[in-house]
Nanobody, 123 residues
Framework: QVQLVESGGGLVQAGGSLRLSCAAS????????LGWFRQAPGKEREFVAG???????TYYADSVKGRFTVSRTDDKNMNLQMNSLKPEDTAVYYC?????????????????WGQGTQVTVSS
């Protein structure tokens, strides 16, 4: 059974930093991209960042480019370093496993999802 568990969320002041982690289990994901999405209250889930199967290419939403950094330590573990946080970054953050080797902004391109971790940025 595949499981994804996010950790590292919390409450931080604007301008601060948080580091999210995602640990997957249940099978190998050596040929799968990994992705981070977020969903704020009343809004649709949106792509934040993704990393390809080898960890050699990263992709970011324009809203987080230059502030967030995605990395993966192996096929099952991924991190999201979030710096210079803004109140508009407040959301539940989800990690996900893509069906293919490269990430996509499309939710349907992902097979598995975590339960999410809350990130709240106060002004």
């Amino acid at each position: 059974q595949v499981q994804l568990v996010e950790s590292g969320g919390g409450l931080v002041q604007a301008g601060g930093s948080l580091r999210l982690s995602c640990a997957a289990s249940g099978r190998t994901f050596i040929n799968n991209a990994l992705g981070w999405f977020r969903q704020a209250p009343g809004k649709e889930r949106e792509f934040v960042a993704g990393i390809n199967w080898r960890g050699s290419s990263t992709y970011y939403a324009d809203s987080v480019k230059g502030r967030f950094t995605v990395s993966r330590t192996d096929d099952k573990n991924m991190n999201l370093q979030m710096n210079s946080l803004k109140p508009e970054d407040t959301a539940v953050y989800y990690c996900s496993v893509a069906k293919l080797r490269y990430p996509s902004v499309d939710l349907s391109a992902y097979d598995f999802w975590g339960q999410g971790t809350q990130v709240t940025v106060s002004s």
